[in-house]
């Protein structure tokens, strides 16, 4: 997952950094920094996987990228 890829889940979800980072249980310093990086930041593994996590429980799915498309994340929304 990269920081242009949560960018565009939280947007997607409409949620704010502070709802994000309590959510994922990172801090809201941390979620920023990954945040700041376009590409996979540097971080503890445990970071990312908690954020991917979290946004695939709430509809999101990332595409893995290609040369033609890139990196990409939509969101599926289910009737309840």
């Known amino acids: 997952i990269t920081g242009s890829q949560i ?3 939280r947007a997607l979800l409409n949620w704010t950094s502070a709802t994000t980072a309590e959510m994922s249980q ?3 310093q941390t ?3 990954l945040e700041t990086h376009d590409d996979v930041p540097p971080s503890r593994s445990g970071s990312l996987a908690a954020l991917e996590r979290l946004f695939v429980a709430y509809g999101v ?3 893995d ?3 033609e498309k890139g990196l990409a994340c ?3 929304i289910v009737d309840d």
Request: hydrophobic content about 40%.
């Open 7 to 9: 960018r565009a889940a």
């Open 74 to 76: 939509g969101y599926d």
């Open 31 to 33: 979620l920023h920094r």
């Open 26 to 28: 990172l801090t809201r």
């Open 65 to 67: 990228a290609d040369e």
């Open 61 to 63: 799915e990332f595409i």
